[in-house]
């Protein structure tokens, strides 16, 4: 039996890795377009592909995925006008195309890849109840010992996913996620804006908020500070600012 026909890691293989985003949604809050946050899809990529991993992009629906305008280092805001990493992949043709065309998760072959990664921005908070085929597959890879990771409100699908006992995969893990301390944040700069009302919220629900009421043990840093933990083969990084630490426990998971 060749290392190809068995089920084993074959390290003469690339790792590969998926990067699932968010498809284009609009806030039931502020009424704005919302996506994917640039930097959870682009600081991952760089990561990986520096130790040589294949990644591929995907979305629940497929097709072209929309960032929030202001995870854009270009947009008029300044909001990440510092985010470099970002900036090389959207003038590197090849890369920004990667995102016009995603394929569907359904296609996401679980056998082809090594870990699969969700990424964050508005949208998951929006669209991620609804997504069953992606709860499912997050589900396969962590049942299958692969690495399954999420960040930042792309940790939304472990409010959802569940386990083949019907036990939310988040349950009895140590996880983390955008945190309450950083929707308190959002909410005050919305409201000083006067694009929420006094005692609206960004956010329709709070990850932090599920998370412990499905029994997981909710940790986090403080507010805007990198961040990410491994539980076992489940990674979860907090909030945008954390794309390299998330992808950095990947691999001390799958190896280089």
């Not at 995925?65 to 510092?82: L, N, Q, T, V």
């Not at 970002?86 to 016009?100: K, Q, Y």
């Not at 930042?152 to 995969?169: P, Y």
Request: hydrophobic share 45%; net charge neutral; charged share 20%.
């Amino acid at each position: 039996m060749s290392l190809a026909d068995a089920n084993v890691v074959d390290p003469r293989r690339k790792k590969r890795v998926a990067i699932v985003l968010a498809n284009p949604s609009r806030s039931t809050t502020t009424g704005w377009p919302v996506g994917f946050w640039w930097s959870e899809v682009t600081h991952p990529w760089y990561e990986f592909q520096e130790v040589g991993y294949e990644v591929e992009i995907f979305s629940p629906r497929g097709g072209r995925c929309e960032a929030d305008a202001i995870s854009d280092p270009r947009d008029a805001s300044g909001y990440s006008a510092h985010d470099l990493i970002t900036l090389g992949f959207l003038h590197t043709p090849r890369l920004a195309a990667a995102v016009e065309t995603t394929r569907p998760v359904a296609d996401l072959a679980l056998d082809r890849f090594d870990a699969i990664m969700v990424a964050g921005g508005q949208s998951p908070m929006f669209t991620f109840a609804d997504e069953k085929a992606l709860h499912a597959k997050f589900a396969a890879f962590l049942a299958a010992g692969k690495v399954a990771a999420a960040l930042c409100h792309g940790v939304a699908v472990l409010a959802h996913a569940r386990g083949a006992d019907g036990q939310l995969l988040a349950k009895g893990r140590t996880v983390t996620g955008f945190a309450n301390v950083e929707e308190d944040a959002a909410d005050a700069a919305m409201r000083a804006m006067q694009a929420i009302g006094s005692d609206a919220h960004v956010m329709p629900w709070r990850i932090e908020d599920a998370l412990r009421r499905g029994g997981a043990n909710f940790v986090s840093a403080g507010a805007w500070r990198p961040f990410a933990i491994r539980d076992g083969n489940l990674v979860t990084g907090q909030q945008n600012f954390s794309g390299a630490a998330t992808a950095r426990l990947v691999i001390e998971a799958l190896g280089r």
